[in-house]
């Protein structure tokens, strides 16, 4: 890969300390992107691929807060301001037990290049905690949020860091974190999105990030000539993502054969019902239920087991979290009849089996393009705070299906065939990277 390109990006690369995930993510974009700088003298001059590499800055803060037996409790918390070149930074919060600075840092550097693609005026971010909400009580969740943006607040302002949600943060997080900031600040002016309704909410927000991923898999089958309609349905996930995909999957006349936890994943022998869909939502969100504990007709748990070899499928959305579809889980899907992935997570797919779906002509689209509706609907929620206006869910929904198919045709604009297929992985690489290059030139130094 890089070995192969003329302007050294390797030692580069190694020069910036990457832990794994950060690495995988930038060898991905390096690999794509090379003919482009390999070509252009000015990016090479202004050093454009070595500038985005290295975060604005990385904010890494204490949190304490106390739990609900009286002991005090100390978390790690992040903000990765990585690039305001194109606007405020923008990106979400990750509250999981897994979260490392690695693992943030290649979220804000996954999010330079999708926020770039959306069109919108945003820069990107990431931020979050080791903190695990996961069997907290509401309350402790409460104070772990308030404790966080005790810190938080005097990094972040409307056009200057606007996070937003990601695992482990929904509506309640947001709720309070953005509560907890109106607090201590007397400002509410929208610096975070994703918020409930009641404090500058976002009608469609909710179903922005998993309705977008579906829009962009429906455009790629269009692409090829076919449609969603009569499609089986792979999901990963029960989080905010993996339902809404599924609930605009149904609506397209797909039929969503799978869902998963971290526990497990549940079956659908004749697909999910949009009653069943219904349920789970209510079991996920109001609940906060266990799949395992889900019950219902024509459906069947597999503890511990990843959806992608369990039943037959054409389209699969991994909508669950990074690296959960490895080189076998690709072969397994390969052979399960799936012709089209599109990762509403952020990647989800390993390189390796990114390089099983070229191998056999699957039809990929990568997060950076596919599960872009999120934020770029994040944006519409800082226009509506701005200009104290409400929008309504049908204006939100028709400006995040144009924003989706705008970056399906971006990405064909800039992706080679390869084997008769639209590379979507380099098409988002690159269309993403030559906004940031010619604002980061135009910025001078
Ligand atoms: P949620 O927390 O709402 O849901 C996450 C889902 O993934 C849950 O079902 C969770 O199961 C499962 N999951 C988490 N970690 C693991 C794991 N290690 N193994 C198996 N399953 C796991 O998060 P979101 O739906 O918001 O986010 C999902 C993905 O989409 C993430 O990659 C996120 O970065 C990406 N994304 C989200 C956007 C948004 O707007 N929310 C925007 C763009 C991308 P359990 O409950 O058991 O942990």
């Known amino acids: 890969m890089t070995s192969t390109c003329s302007y050294e990006l390797g030692s580069l690369i190694d020069?910036?300390?990457?832990?794994?995930?950060?690495?995988?993510?930038?060898?991905?974009?390096?690999?794509?992107?090379?003919?482009v700088i390999e070509n252009n003298k000015v990016y090479q001059k202004a050093r454009v691929f070595e500038r985005?590499?290295?975060?604005?800055?990385?904010?890494?803060?204490?949190?304490?807060?106390?739990?609900?037996?009286?002991?005090?409790?100390?978390?790690?918390?992040?903000?990765?301001?990585?690039?305001?070149?194109?606007?405020?930074?923008?990106?979400?919060?990750?509250?999981?037990?897994?979260?490392?600075e690695d693992t943030l840092h290649f979220l804000a550097y996954e999010q330079c290049f999708k926020n770039a693609l959306t069109g919108q005026p945003i820069g990107a971010g990431k931020g979050g905690s080791n903190f695990d909400p996961k069997g907290k009580s509401d309350n402790e969740v409460m104070r772990f949020c308030q404790a966080f943006m005790r810190e938080l607040?005097?990094?972040?302002?409307a056009s200057?860091?606007?996070?937003?949600?990601?695992?482990?943060v929904g509506g309640r997080e947001i709720g309070y974190l953005y509560g907890q900031y109106m607090k201590i600040t007397k400002r509410r002016d929208g610096v975070m999105t994703g918020k409930p309704l009641g404090l500058g909410g976002l009608l469609g927000r909710n179903e922005a990030t998993g309705y977008g991923t579906v829009t962009f898999a429906e455009e790629m089958l269009k692409h090829a000539g076919d449609s969603m309609d009569g499609k089986r349905v792979m999901i990963s996930g029960s989080g905010n993502v993996a339902l809404y995909a599924a609930e605009l999957a149904m609506e397209k006349g797909g039929c969503v054969v799978t869902m998963s936890d971290s526990g497990g994943s549940v079956s659908f022998s004749k697909g999910?019902?949009?009653?069943?869909?219904?349920?789970?939502?209510?079991?996920?969100?109001v609940e906060r239920g266990r799949l395992k504990d889900f019950k219902g007709k024509g459906m069947s748990y597999h503890p511990e087991a990843r959806p992608w070899s369990l039943v037959d499928a054409d389209v699969a959305l991994p909508c669950a979290t990074q690296l959960e579809v490895e080189k076998d889980d690709a072969g397994a899907l390969v052979d399960r009849g799936v012709k089209v992935v599109a990762e509403g997570a952020n990647m989800p797919c390993t390189h390796q089996a990114r390089a099983v779906f070229h191998k056999k002509g699957i039809l990929f689209g990568p997060g950076k393009a596919a599960n872009a509706g999120g934020v770029a609907t994040s944006c519409f929620e800082m226009h509506q705070n701005a200009s104290?206006?409400?929008?309504?869910?049908e204006r939100t929904l028709e400006k995040l299906h144009g924003v989706m198919v705008d970056i399906h045709e971006q990405c064909i604009a800039q992706a080679p065939m390869v084997n008769g297929v639209v590379d979507y992985g380099v098409g988002a690489d690159r269309g993403g990277f030559v906004k940031l290059a010619d604002a980061i030139v135009a910025m001078g130094v």
Request: a negative charge; charged letters at 25%.
């Open 388 to 393: 104290h206006s409400a929008w309504t869910k």
């Open 15 to 35: 020069a910036v300390k990457p832990g794994p995930l950060y690495r995988a993510a930038i060898e991905e974009v390096a690999e794509s992107i090379c003919p």
């Open 272 to 285: 999910m019902t949009s009653e069943q869909l219904e349920e789970l939502i209510e079991f996920k969100e």
């Open 52 to 100: 985005l590499l290295i975060p604005d800055r990385v904010i890494r803060f204490r949190v304490e807060w106390v739990n609900d037996a009286g002991g005090v409790e100390v978390d790690f918390g992040w903000r990765i301001e990585h690039t305001n070149v194109l606007g405020p930074y923008k990106g979400g919060l990750r509250f999981h037990p897994e979260v490392t």
């Open 160 to 168: 200057v860091d606007v996070p937003a949600g990601d695992i482990g």
């Open 153 to 157: 607040h005097r990094h972040i302002g």
